[in-house]
């Protein structure tokens, strides 16, 4: 009996789309309520997200920026999602997820400035709600059930948002958050984005269960799965996640996605654990060419149009660099000023050590 059950519970985790390889809708009846202007500025974010991600890459090479997450594959997966969100809804973002955040208002450059570790790279605008981008895997999902809890219990008709990758899935903090947003009605949603290896372990090696989208099951939430490459497929579930949110009913969504780069710039080889082959498949499969395919079928989209967005996104992120460049040089003071509303003795001590060997 319970064999069964199991069955008829992972049986139930279709992939949710609306987009083939080819731009082709297959599911007419799930498509979004989209303007034309709408479906191209989020193909405008895709491209420009791709050709920052180029850009980024090049810059952390030269040694011009610390930190990176390639995020070339995934712009469905996160630009879909982000697109669904009101301006005051809050992200709790993974360090793959700079992306959502810059779309949500972070300006450009203070993304280049966390990159390098620099403290006004996290003084947010004060209308910008976004938590800092979490280093520990799967930590935000306990924040985000927090935070949700919070909207709820101030009246507000907002969601928290969290990110992670299937990696962060594995995790115990993955189960708590969960079960707490669950028994608590929080108005949450919970993205995985499944791009199979959590750095160099394959999904497969991870868990034993057939889907990431499953688990939500034992935390009495929705889940569901989501073809992560086709961004109209990621906005109409995270539109109706966040309806549900807002009635106390949370949501997990696996998108099923690629990076096509290193897990990050830090020295990660893919090739000694991915095949060509497999790149291959998902290359075929890439959100971009995906959805350019769709619009141009609509007349919508043409090449002198994405070429224009190119360009100012190189524009863009030259300016970002050199505004992030411009900003005064990080201090040991100011990381020890930042650490406590009152210092304690000792740090109080070596704060006015380090103010003496600056001011020489």
Do not use: C
């Amino acid at each position: 009996m319970a064999t069964n059950t199991i069955e008829q519970v992972e049986g139930h985790f279709e992939t949710f789309q609306i987009l083939n390889e080819d731009g082709e809708v297959v599911n007419k009846d799930a498509m979004p309520d989209l303007s034309d202007e709408e479906l191209q500025e989020l193909m405008k974010r895709m491209v420009y997200t791709r050709i920052w991600d180029q850009r980024a890459i090049s810059l952390n090479r030269q040694g011009r920026l610390g930190f990176y997450a390639p995020v070339a594959g995934q712009e469905a997966s996160a630009l879909g999602s982000q697109f669904a969100l009101d301006k005051e809804d809050w992200i709790l973002p993974g360090y793959r997820d700079i992306p959502q955040i810059v779309w949500h208002g972070l300006p450009l450059y203070q993304a280049f400035l966390w990159s390098r570790g620099h403290f006004h790279g996290g003084q947010y605008p004060e209308d910008l709600n976004v938590i800092m981008p979490q280093i520990i895997i799967g930590a935000q999902i306990v924040q985000t059930a927090g935070v949700a809890l919070g909207l709820k219990r101030k009246g507000k008709e907002n969601v928290a948002i969290t990110y992670t990758g299937d990696g962060g899935a594995s995790q115990g903090d993955f189960y708590e958050g969960m079960n707490f947003a669950g028994a608590y009605d929080a108005p949450a949603i919970f993205i995985v984005q499944n791009n199979r290896f959590a750095i160099s372990v394959p999904v497969e090696k991870q868990s034993a269960a057939s889907t990431i989208a499953q688990k939500a099951v034992a935390a009495g939430i929705h889940g569901v799965q989501v073809d992560g490459m086709d961004v109209l497929a990621v906005y109409a579930a995270t539109k109706t996640a966040r309806e549900n949110a807002l009635k106390g009913e949370p949501t997990l969504i696996e998108t099923l996605t690629y990076r096509y780069g290193p897990h990050t710039m830090a020295g990660d080889d893919p090739t000694r654990y991915r095949t060509s082959d497999l790149d291959n498949e998902w290359e075929k499969k890439d959100p971009l060419i995906r959805f350019r395919k769709y619009l141009e079928s609509k007349d919508l989209w043409t090449e002198e149009r994405e070429n224009e967005i190119v360009e100012q996104a190189k524009e863009d992120i030259k300016a970002a660099i050199k505004q992030a460049d411009e900003t005064p040089k990080q201090k040991v003071t100011d990381l020890i000023g930042f650490m406590f509303e009152t210092l304690p003795a000792n740090l109080q001590e070596q704060l006015e050590e380090y103010r003496a060997k600056e001011s020489k």
